[in-house]
C-alpha cells in the first residue's frame, strides 16, 4: 500500500499548504516594526498606505499590540509599544 493512499485513509493531507494572506493587523505590525528604529514611519507614509493620519494608526496599532494578535518576540512588541506611547502622548500634546 503506498503512503499516499495510507495518508489519504487516515485524513492527513500531505498537501502543500497555501500560504496565508496576512491580515491587516499583521500588516500594520511588521509596517511598524521597519520603520520602528528609526523613530517611526513618516506621518505621509502612514497615511497613504493606511488611510489614517498617525495618531490614528498608533492608536489600533497600540490595540494590536494589547491584544496580542501580533506574532512578535517580547523585545520588538516592547518597542513598539514603547513607540506607541511615545506617538500618542506627542500627538495628544502638540
Known amino acids: 500500500m503506498?503512503?499516499?493512499?495510507?495518508?489519504?485513509?487516515?485524513?492527513v493531507r500531505r498537501y502543500p499548504r497555501r500560504p496565508r494572506k496576512p491580515t491587516e493587523s499583521q500588516i500594520m505590525?511588521?509596517?511598524?516594526?521597519?520603520?520602528q528604529p528609526w523613530g517611526g514611519a513618516p506621518d505621509d507614509d502612514i497615511l497613504v498606505r493606511f488611510g489614517?493620519?498617525?495618531?490614528?494608526?498608533?492608536?489600533?496599532?497600540a490595540n494590536i499590540l494589547i491584544r496580542g494578535r501580533a506574532r512578535l518576540t517580547p523585545?520588538?512588541?516592547r518597542a513598539l509599544g514603547e513607540l506607541c506611547e511615545q506617538k500618542l502622548s506627542i500627538?495628544?500634546?502638540?
Request: proline share 9%.
Open 91 to 94: 500627538s495628544a500634546h502638540p
Open 2 to 11: 503506498s503512503p499516499h493512499r495510507n495518508a489519504t485513509r487516515t485524513g
Open 29 to 35: 505590525v511588521d509596517f511598524a516594526s521597519m520603520w
Open 75 to 77: 523585545y520588538r512588541a
Open 52 to 61: 489614517l493620519p498617525e495618531h490614528a494608526f498608533y492608536k489600533r496599532l
